[in-house]
């Protein structure tokens, strides 16, 4: 299989990435226990007609495949691959309420059909045209995880153009409920050492065009995902990344910067605080949910913070761990975890 | 019949969530499908239950809909001839 380039990406976020020179300068805080994504005018990408109908999961994951699109340069592509853990959700609640408040009648459809996990793919499907594969992962904290080893399958298949990403949305009921469980709190400092429970809800939509040519507006290169159910230990971790990074001929020392998923839950940070001390003996270490907070799609936003290290050959400030500049970024594995059930390790390089 | 066509544009944005149209803006006699307010099929099944909910009518042969919905003028006559209004 030829190499797997990451050429266009777009990102929805917490944080100002919808401005393709932001870089990770200066951090927008959580609202106390939450983020909200700062979403664009779509009236930029999505025709009216259609936005009327659309929820926030579909505007953001529409918007964002748009953008990915564009910086790529791609207007048609091989196939559509999407992962959400929650889907569309205020679609879902609104459907619901419609069921609970008008005793199960005069259910309109549109909340229904716009509620369903696929929407967001086959709305990018439908506004492009494009009746090419087209697939919709639901599998909680490795939903763009799947979508992503989906992906690298068909390029080995000779797919030559993909569109994949990762969207996930909250409503004020949602965080509610969760604040109410007790699973959330205000973020701590750092997030890479907390010693409280609790992680900051988030939500974003972030998209990649995969391409097996390497344009001008390639971003790095991807090269493998594994995801790990359920790990007992770090040494569990260690030794499954050890093989990891053996398949590709490679060993820890080599890679140069790690993107981890620290959520700030000590609980579900646990193996990850325990393996900061291996990791950052020989790369640079970075966190990313001080940035976007906590969801099901996570890693999505994970990746896109990779590739732009990778692009760019800086770290941020904002991100690292601590003040160690590699003179070259050529590797960077992206371990992420979620609820410290779903771990990951994700490894590109540049091209 | 004009507080009722008042009325029944009200109901039409709000159901439809056609948050840049505002009820002036609808000619009651313009078509709500194709040209007029550009509705679609999604719409009529919106529009259906509107009246359902809003008016208690169901409409029992979906062929009666294209005559229906032509316009709201037509949705408010059809709204009177069933003594709904």
């Not at chain 1, 507006?217 to 770090?234: E, G, R």
């Not at chain 1, 904002?318 to 994700?346: R, V």
Request: glycine content about 6%; hydrophobic content about 40%; some cysteine.
């Amino acid at each position: 299989m030829s190499k797997v380039y990451i050429n266009g990406t777009g990102c929805i976020s917490p944080q100002n990435t919808i401005d393709k020179q932001w870089f990770f300068e200066s951090l927008a805080p959580a609202q106390e226990d939450y983020f909200n994504a700062i979403e664009p005018s779509y009236k930029e990408f999505i025709a009216p007609n259609l936005l009327r109908r659309m929820g926030r999961a579909i505007k953001m994951g529409v918007a964002a495949g748009n953008i990915a699109l564009q910086e790529a340069n791609v207007t048609q592509v091989d196939a559509i691959i999407t992962g959400t853990g929650l889907g569309c959700f205020e679609d879902s609640e609104r459907f619901l309420l419609a069921l609970v408040n008008n005793d199960e009648q005069f259910l309109t459809p549109t909340s229904f059909i716009q509620s369903t996990h696929n929407t967001v793919g086959a709305q990018i499907g439908l506004i492009m045209k494009c009746h090419a594969y087209n697939y919709t992962y639901v599998h909680r904290g490795f939903s763009f995880e799947s979508a992503m080893i989906d992906a690298l399958m068909l390029f080995k298949e000779g797919k030559q153009k993909i569109l994949i990403g990762g969207i996930e949305e909250h409503t004020p009921t949602y965080v509610q409920l969760i604040r109410k469980a007790n699973k959330l709190q205000a973020p701590p400092h750092p997030i890479w050492a907390s010693t409280s429970k609790g992680i900051q809800l988030s939500e974003g939509s972030t998209f990649f065009v995969l391409e097996n040519q390497r344009t001008n507006s390639t971003l790095a290169c991807l090269l493998d995902v594994q995801t790990l159910y359920k790990p007992k230990t770090s040494t569990d971790v260690l030794e499954k990344l050890h093989l990891f990074l053996k398949s590709h001929r490679l060993d820890i020392s080599q890679i140069d910067v790690c993107v981890m998923g620290f959520s700030g839950d000590v609980d579900f940070d646990k193996i990850l605080q325990e393996l900061l001390p291996t990791i950052k003996q020989s790369s640079s270490v970075v966190a990313f949910k001080n940035a976007c907070g906590e969801y099901h799609t996570a890693s999505a936003f994970a990746l896109y913070t990779a590739s732009k290290i990778i692009k760019h050959q800086i770290i941020p400030d904002t991100l690292a761990i601590e003040n160690k500049k590699p003179t070259e970024i050529k590797y960077t594995l992206i371990i992420n975890q979620y609820l410290g059930i779903n771990y990951s390790f994700t490894l590109l390089s540049n091209c | 019949m004009d507080a009722l066509i008042e009325k029944l544009k009200g109901q039409i944005i709000e159901q439809l969530n056609l948050a840049e149209v505002k009820p002036e803006d609808i000619n009651p006699e313009a078509p709500l499908f194709g040209d007029g307010l550009g509705l679609d099929s999604i719409d009529a099944l919106e529009l259906i239950v509107l009246l359902e909910k809003y008016y208690g009518i169901k409409i029992q042969d979906p062929k009666d809909g294209k005559t229906i919905f032509q316009s709201v003028k037509t949705m408010a006559e059809y709204i009177k001839s069933q003594g709904k209004a």
